[in-house]
């Protein structure tokens, strides 16, 4: 029984790959830009835009499942007309790609189940996200409104309020998958979650591939699963922000897209597809999409180019054909704007734990509610600097060692203190020497380099200038949320900016100077570190936001029992609260079981969960 179970995981898995891969290529091929790593993402694309746009129209997801059928049989009919063996093979080295993650995947339902991936950092956006993806399963847009405007508080009354309100863009392609018969609810997530990572590793690919000419496959395959198992990467797949996770693939494409408009000579079918994935980036994700668009505008401003201002009379009305039936999501983002302008929240304070280590005051519960009750008339910048006071205070006053490995990505070296002091320092010392010396070595080369044609150099510059300036300004108005918010959206970046030479095309280098091996090395092991303990379904806790309420997963076990979901009709489901027991009734709607809740928690019934 677990290995049909799992099987059929695998299969999903191999089902959403394919499918896209199909109709991907069928894309490239008809705008002619065939190349194996803009397959999958640019069929990810269109199924964003063309499912998006239809559950606005008020098409059903059944309807909408049945179409995309017709469409993926359209495109394998096609290309077994056209077959000359080179799609399977493209299809096999893309599987190929994707083999550490399929392993991660594999390993960790086998070995820790649905305790572990029921949620991670953060169950208010898992809860929320899984609650429209069945929303979107059950209902059409139009009734899903009807919904949201029945005064009485339900499971569904409440989440409609926020479908509606929302972008639910991602919850509607997660819900493709909502089949209760052939896969779990939350496993049906975590599904997408590691497809997500794909993506990633694909993006990455793509990136390295046109800008690193002297990489080899092995190389591009080595720095690309580097990223997509980096602590950039994890922290958004642990913290449960599927819209931000789906969309980082689609910002380095576009990223990569952009910078080579002009060796494309701005040609139709580019900008073609420079839309489509656009409009996608959008949809999934508008806030980060509107601080790209903005540099993206910036950069081809400064092009000055007369081609282009032509061809923007192409790209801006598709981009809006193609965005405007979801109005809703262009409501959204005005709101989140005025929301993040004025926020006053201590968000930061959780999420951005990790600069300080992996073991900081952050994680003493007591020392969280002094810092809140002694500072609550205080702004962020005060309580930043009390927070820096007590944790010199307790780990000593050179805990900023950690603050740069932090931020490229090595937060957990202070474990090895555990080990040995000395060695602690050594190593930190070193590590922060090498992260220094490589950002500077690539800023010097970036706004040295006077190529005039070296569109990539050209474009990281203006990308750092723009990064800095918006950082600064964020600072000044000490929205420290927003500033994370920031950090990640430009986290690849980060990673390139650190850990490679951007010289390293130059043969002239030696192989010690192309790269940063220590923090490779920290990186190769924090996936090992972070998921070898189950830890009751958390894995290692520290600073990073892997969990929000440990207690959640350590006192409750979150798992169903299979037999009582097959042979009740009627489920009786002990109150605990609201966030427990909306991820239970999630699980028995999905199931389309009757379900009621009981306060008596000695109430006996074979039923009772």
Not at 17 to 25: E, H, M, T
Not at 208 to 234: A, G, W
Not at 367 to 393: E, G, H, P
Not at 537 to 543: K, Y
Request: proline residues 1%.
């Amino acid at each position: 029984m677990a290995f049909f179970y799992h099987l059929n995981s695998i299969l999903v898995i191999f089902i959403l790959l394919y499918s896209l891969f199909l109709i991907g290529s069928l894309i490239l091929k008809i705008l002619k830009f065939e190349t194996i790593n803009l397959n999958i993402l640019t069929g990810f694309s269109f199924l964003i835009v063309l499912v998006n746009t239809l559950f606005f129209f008020d098409i059903s997801i059944n309807e909408i499942r049945y179409l995309l059928i017709t469409i993926i049989l359209s495109c394998l009919i096609f290309t077994i007309i056209k077959f000359d063996g080179k799609y399977f093979k493209d299809f096999i080295k893309v599987i190929l790609d994707q083999s550490i993650i399929i392993f991660f995947f594999f390993l960790t339902i086998n070995l820790y189940g649905e305790q572990f991936y029921i949620f991670r950092g953060n169950h208010y956006d898992t809860i929320n996200y899984t609650a429209m993806s069945l929303l979107s399963s059950l209902y059409s847009y139009s009734e899903i409104i009807n919904i949201s405007n029945h005064s009485a508080s339900s499971f569904f009354s409440d989440y409609s309020k926020v479908f509606v309100h929302d972008r639910p863009t991602v919850s509607i392609i997660i819900s493709l998958f909502y089949l209760p018969k052939f896969v779990d609810l939350y496993l049906v997530n975590y599904i997408y979650k590691i497809f997500f990572l794909m993506c990633i590793q694909q993006s990455v690919s793509y990136f390295l591939k046109s800008f690193f000419q002297n990489f080899n496959n092995l190389k591009v395959f080595f720095f690309s699963n580097l990223f997509t198992f980096s602590f950039f990467s994890i922290y958004i797949f642990e913290i449960d922000a599927y819209s931000q996770l789906s969309a980082l693939s689609l910002s380095i494409i576009l990223i990569s897209l952009v910078i080579k408009l002009e060796s494309f000579n701005y040609s139709n079918n580019f900008l073609i597809l420079l839309t489509l994935i656009s409009s996608a980036f959008f949809l999934i994700y508008p806030e980060q999409a509107i601080i790209f668009f903005l540099l993206i505008s910036l950069f081809l401003f400064l092009s000055v180019n007369k081609i282009l201002f032509k061809k923007i009379a192409i790209f801006l009305p598709v981009f809006l054909i193609l965005t405007l039936p979801s109005f809703q999501i262009y409501n959204f983002l005005y709101k989140q704007i005025i929301f993040s302008s004025n926020f006053t929240s201590d968000w930061w304070g959780y999420f951005g734990a990790f600069v300080l280590g992996s073991k900081n005051i952050i994680l003493e519960s007591e020392t969280v509610n002094l810092i809140k009750s002694n500072l609550s008339d205080k702004n962020n910048a005060q309580i930043l600097k009390y927070i820096y006071s007590l944790n010199s205070n307790e780990y000593g006053n050179f805990f900023f060692l950690n603050i740069l490995p932090s931020l490229s990505g090595a937060y957990y070296i202070d474990i090895i203190k555990n080990f040995n002091q000395t060695t602690y320092y050594i190593i930190s010392v070193l590590l922060n020497f090498l992260i220094t010396y490589f950002f500077f070595i690539n800023l010097i080369y970036i706004f040295k380099k006077k190529e005039k044609f070296n569109e990539f150099n050209r474009f990281l510059k203006l990308l750092i200038i723009f990064f800095f300036s918006l950082s600064i300004i964020i600072i000044i108005f000490s929205n420290f949320w927003l500033l994370i918010k920031l950090f990640f959206y430009f986290s690849f970046f980060i990673f390139i900016m650190t850990i490679l030479n951007l010289n390293c095309n130059s043969d002239k280098n030696e192989s010690i100077k192309k790269y940063n091996f220590l923090l490779i090395i920290f990186i190769i092991f924090l996936p090992i570190y972070k998921f070898s303990s189950y830890n009751f379904g958390i894995g290692t806790f520290d600073s990073m936001p892997s969990i929000m309420k440990k207690n959640y997963k350590i006192d409750k076990n979150l798992v169903l029992d299979k037999s009582i979901l097959e042979d009740c009709n009627k489920i009786y489901v002990s109150k605990i609260n609201k966030i427990i027991d909306n991820f239970v009734a999630a699980k028995l709607i999905y199931y389309k079981k009757e379900y009621i809740f009981v306060d008596n928690q000695k109430f006996e019934n074979k039923c009772k969960v």
